[in-house]
């Protein structure tokens, strides 16, 4: 009853925080407040849910109502390496952090 997002385009510091919010929730309350939660992460973590939901219904034969956030893990994806020219014809260094989700649910 797991269920993976590899390589989601935003720093892992941010979505961290989304991360907090739904951790040992049951999948319909989780659900409920990360549509109202303003956050960019949300989306994304909703997605993930729901589909860790299904593959637990798929798989195992179990009722969403009955399932609960077990674990949330947030970890470093790889980081795209970028420049932005400065003066003196030197570069400053951008990175654009990736995150890896993974969501693990478990019967109540």
């Known amino acids: 009853m797991k269920a993976e997002l590899n390589n ?9 925080l989304v991360a907090d919010v739904v951790r040992g929730k049951t999948v319909p309350q989780a659900l409920i407040e990360l549509q109202f939660l303003g956050k960019r992460a949300a989306m994304p973590f909703a997605k993930l849910i729901a589909s860790a939901a299904a593959n637990a219904a798929n798989n195992h034969k ?3 109502g009955k ?6 893990s947030v970890t470093k994806g790889p ?3 970028r420049g932005k020219p ?6 400053h260094r951008i990175n654009k952090r990736t995150s890896i989700l993974k969501v693990e649910l478990a019967v109540k």
Do not use: F, I, N
């Not at 989601?8 to 961290?16: E, L, M, N």
């Not at 399932?67 to 949330?72: D, H, I, P």
């Open 62 to 64: 179990a009722e969403s």
């Open 8 to 16: 989601y385009r935003q720093a892992p510091r941010k979505v961290r």
């Open 67 to 72: 399932l609960v956030v077990k674990s949330v």
């Open 79 to 81: 980081t795209l390496k």
């Open 86 to 91: 400065v003066s003196r014809g030197s570069t």
